[in-house]
Structure formats: structure tokens, C-alpha cells
């Protein structure tokens, strides 16, 4: 990492306890004691402010072959509340779990100003039990108020846009900092009996793109990045069998839809999309095979339909779907967890499909009281090679992955202050075979490195 610079930040000192009293002239033992001071009320979960500093090497991601790499210091401020207002309601066994989060975060990237953008975030969870009966909601929510002009990745307007090729991921770093809305949001009500249950599902993922939508066919617009709206809903069953009290095999079906915006008849843009129906049969396994082991599985077919303007092979496409989460707590300290997930998605800058895969594996250790040591892995891939959408960019000509590494230090100065330097490696690649050197294969290699300090108060 190249022109790092350091920066030394010296704390308050009331932030790691006050100044010795005889500093100031005063002798302990005749000073008055201090009364206590306020203590937070048990429905408000979380109240915390934290500051980090940190470097990103290489801020839109790029090769270097056509845009030249820019680095930026960036500062990041993040309060944060917590409710649980659970008690309110005086049925503590019936409804378990109602809290509500904000967390707002301040990105500042002081090189890169037109990076600027804060992240509101909020979250809303249930839990309600009635006899048999079981009812759960979790909703993450996200508003970035950033930037409505998205990125335009192009050396110049004349002669050179070849960074238009670069790598699938690169683009998804700097589109997150763009004006947007999110919301992921999950429901299950479930019926138990001695070793049957019966559980309804829900399930929504949204993306409302909010960045200006232009002409790329001429200046100043070549490279620009259209960003159209998405979104994945579904709703169905699964039925469960018991194999011991901890342990469940499900079978479950799906019926969703994905939606992709069509991008408005501009001169040069594609308005066709690729929006679906689709229907997925799971098998699938979770709980507990060993008090040690925690797993949720769940794969099967994913029948699709396509509509007919879609840039597919074939309208009734037969894919899969697989998701796991697993986690090993190998001793009270330590614990590994791995997450897996592949499936048919929409591209959030383009017009086509693409299979998404993601595995990932985490690792905790908790050394001492105060001292947390945390490592992870994780490989995502872009396959569009099932579009056919072969012109200009070409891209259903692509298959991308990403490969990181992260690691992680947090120290406990004391139960309210924490301090904690995070690292993180991206390498962007293509894997696809034989593309021809029109199509700029060199583009979609990127190296990208972050490195942060952080601290964080909790009252």
C-alpha cells in the first residue's frame, strides 16, 4: 500500500477515566464523594457513538489500465440507539422480542469528496409465541443519502472507455456509497406439533437505485453508470419433521418474483430487462446435530419464467438455489462459522441475468476479557455466461469473482471504551476463458486495500 500516511489521534482524558484529582490540587480523601451518575433504562438496549479512521487504496476499484487509481483518508462517525420495547406491552411470554434500531453513519472521503454520503440505518425485529404458535419479523432498512450522479467509469470521452469492461464487483463498492433505498425484510409464523411443524414464509429484497439515468452513447455520458431499480419477493411453506428435539429436516416451496427496471428509450440504452417469475423446491436441514454444531441448509431446483424481451436462451429456465449458514463454537472462546448462498439475480447495471455465488468463512476468538481476535475469507462470483446479450460491452461475455481476506483486533479499554484496527483485501479476476483482447480482459483484474481504526463508546 503505497503513500500511507500516519495519523496520531490522542484521546480526551475523560474518556479513559479523569485526571487524577491531586493534578489539580486536591487532596482524595477530603474531596466530596460524586454522586452516580445516569444510568441507561432497561428498554433502551443500545446507546453508542463511535469515530474511525482508515485509507481505501483504491476507491472505484479499477485496474489501473485506463482510470488511474485513486486513494483517499476517510473519517466515518456512527451514533446509535437501541429499543426494546417488549416490556411495554406486560406479556413478556407472549410477545419475546420487539426492538427498534437507527444507526446513522457519516462517510467522509476527504480526497474523494464526490464519495461523501451517509448511510441511515434502521432495523425493526418481533418475536411473539402463543402456546404452539410462533411469529417472527426482521427488517433492515437503509437510506444512503449520497450522490444522485453515479460513477462514469471512462479515461476520457474521446478515445478511451474501456474501463466500461472492468471487473462486475468493482462497481458494487462505489454504487453503495450512491443515493438508494434497501429493505430486507424476512416473516415466518410457524405451528408446532411433537414432531411436525408447518411454517409460512415471506421474503423481500429491495433496491430503489435513486442516481440520475443519462444517455452513454455520447459525451459527456460515455462510461456513466445507469443504475436501474430491482427487487426479489417470494412467499411459501415448508414442513418439517423433528428428527430429535434439536434437530429438523424441511421440505418447502417458493413462489417469487424478480423485477428489474426497465431503463427509460435514451439514446443508446438497452430497455429491455430480464424480471421473472419463479418457483423453487427445497429440501433442506436445521437445528443441531451436536450441541457444538449449529446449521440451517436449504437447496433445490428454481423453475423460471422469463419475460419474453429478456436476454436469456431460454424463457423457462431451470436453475438452483442453495443457502447455509453453519457455525462451530469449538470452545467458549472460539467459534467458526461458514455462509454459503447461490442463485438467479438481476444485475443492478445491466440488462441481463446472472448465477450470484457467495461462500464465506469466519472466525472469533475471544483471547482475553478484553482482547477479540476475529479472521474471514470469502469468494463471490458473477456468472452471466446463460445471458445473450453479446453487443457492445457484451455483457453476458462475463464471469467475474472477487476474492477476500479480512482480519480484525478489538481491545476493551474499559466496559464503555473500545478501540478496533480492522484490514481488508480485495482481488478482483476474470475466470472466463478466451475472451478476445477487444473485449479488454486485463480490465476486470483490481487490487484493492482498506485498513481502519475505530473507536466506540457505549453508554
Request: charged share 20%.
Amino acid at each position: 500500500m503505497s503513500h500511507i500516511r500516519i495519523k496520531v489521534c490522542f484521546l480526551l482524558p475523560f474518556c479513559l477515566g479523569g485526571w487524577p484529582a491531586k493534578m489539580w490540587g486536591a487532596d482524595p480523601a477530603t474531596t466530596t464523594p460524586v454522586p452516580a451518575g445516569w444510568q441507561k433504562p432497561a428498554w433502551l438496549t443500545d446507546l453508542a457513538a463511535g469515530v474511525k479512521e482508515g485509507y481505501d487504496d483504491n476507491v472505484l476499484l479499477v485496474s489501473g489500465h485506463g482510470l488511474p487509481i485513486q486513494s483517499s483518508w476517510f473519517t466515518s462517525v456512527s451514533p446509535k440507539v437501541g429499543l426494546n420495547l417488549a416490556p411495554w406491552l406486560g406479556n413478556p411470554q407472549t410477545v419475546q422480542t420487539l426492538t427498534l434500531g437507527y444507526a446513522p453513519e457519516v462517510n467522509l472521503y476527504h480526497e474523494a469528496p464526490v464519495e461523501n454520503y451517509t448511510a441511515h440505518k434502521a432495523t425493526l425485529a418481533a418475536k411473539v409465541k402463543d402456546g404452539d404458535f410462533s411469529f417472527g419479523l426482521d427488517n433492515a432498512f437503509l437510506y444512503d443519502e449520497g450522490s444522485p450522479v453515479a460513477e462514469t467509469y471512462a479515461l476520457n470521452q474521446t478515445s478511451n472507455q474501456n474501463d466500461k469492461y472492468d471487473n462486475f464487483f468493482a462497481r458494487a463498492v462505489p454504487r453503495e456509497r450512491r443515493e438508494q433505498i434497501q429493505d430486507r425484510a424476512t416473516l415466518l409464523g410457524q405451528e408446532d406439533w411433537e414432531h411436525f411443524f408447518v411454517r409460512s414464509t415471506a421474503a423481500l429484497t429491495y433496491y430503489g437505485l435513486d442516481t440520475y439515468l443519462f444517455s452513454t452513447s455520447a459525451a459527456p455520458y460515455k462510461g456513466y453508470q445507469n443504475c436501474p431499480d430491482r427487487y426479489d419477493a417470494n412467499g411459501g411453506v415448508d414442513v418439517g419433521y423433528k428428527v430429535t428435539s434439536d434437530l429438523a429436516v424441511t421440505l418447502g416451496y417458493r413462489y417469487g418474483q424478480q423485477h428489474q427496471q426497465a431503463l427509460p428509450p435514451l439514446a443508446g440504452l438497452d430497455t429491455r430487462e430480464s424480471s421473472s417469475d419463479y418457483q423453487r423446491v427445497l429440501l433442506g436441514l436445521e437445528g443441531k446435530p451436536w450441541s457444538w454444531l449449529k446449521v440451517k441448509l436449504a437447496g433445490g431446483p428454481d423453475f423460471r419464467d422469463y419475460n419474453p424481451q429478456a436476454y436469456v436462451s431460454d424463457d423457462h429456465l431451470t436453475t438452483y438455489y442453495g443457502e447455509a449458514a453453519v457455525t462451530a463454537t469449538i470452545s467458549p472462546e472460539q467459534s467458526v462459522t461458514v455462509n454459503y448462498k447461490q442463485w438467479q439475480w438481476v444485475s443492478a447495471n445491466g440488462v441481463v441475468p446472472y448465477f450470484d455465488s457467495l461462500y464465506s468463512l469466519a472466525y472469533h476468538w475471544k483471547a482475553t476479557p478484553k482482547l477479540d481476535l476475529s479472521l474471514g475469507g470469502r469468494i463471490q462470483e458473477a456468472d452471466f455466461t446463460s445471458g445473450t446479450d453479446t453487443a457492445g460491452s457484451a455483457p453476458s461475455l462475463r464471469d467475474d469473482r472477487q476474492y477476500s481476506v479480512t482480519a480484525g483486533i478489538t481491545y476493551a479499554v474499559n466496559p464503555h471504551l473500545s478501540a478496533c484496527l480492522t484490514y481488508a483485501h480485495d482481488l478482483g479476476a476474470n475466470v472466463l476463458a478466451g475472451l478476445p483482447a477487444a473485449m479488454q480482459p486485463a480490465y476486470r483484474d483490481f487490487e484493492h486495500q482498506v485498513v481502519s481504526l475505530g473507536l466506540q463508546y457505549k453508554f
